[in-house]
């Protein structure tokens, strides 16, 4: 499974950023797919994930406040809208899969917002925010 992300860039703190994951249909039927990031010096960490089971989103923290996914279904792309961007927010960011079919697994992996939980992943867009 190959996922392709794309949108980063630098952009000036306030601003907003859609990051996007490109990735085949999956040959089962529900998608547990997610946003991560990395930070130089720190540990990946979760920003929101999206089980297609029930159409849920979860998110870290308060990521919510300024960030949401989205997923369409029709050609399995995965999005990340960043609103009011900050330079903390300044990283690497993945887009990963689940890559278990078992449903109660898959949704069990997304709401963890755990990235040991996900086996397939992108290369990475980077952010910056100055």
């Known amino acids: 499974v190959q996922l392709v992300e794309s949108g980063g860039g630098s952009v000036q703190a306030g601003g907003s950023l859609r990051l996007s994951c490109a990735t085949q249909k999956f040959h089962w039927s529900n998608v547990c797919m997610g946003w991560f990031r990395q930070a130089p010096g720190k540990e990946r960490e979760a920003v929101a994930t999206?089980?297609?089971?029930?159409?849920?989103?979860y998110y870290a923290g308060s990521m919510r406040d300024r960030f949401t996914i989205s997923h369409v279904s029709a050609n399995n792309l995965l999005y990340l809208q960043m609103n009011s961007l900050k330079p903390e927010d300044t990283a690497m960011y993945y887009c990963a899969a689940v890559s278990t079919t078992v449903n109660y697994i898959m949704k069990s992996r997304c709401s963890d917002l755990n990235p040991a939980g996900f086996g397939f992943w992108g290369q990475g867009t980077q952010v910056t925010v100055s």
């Open positions: 999206f089980f297609s089971g029930n159409d849920t989103t």
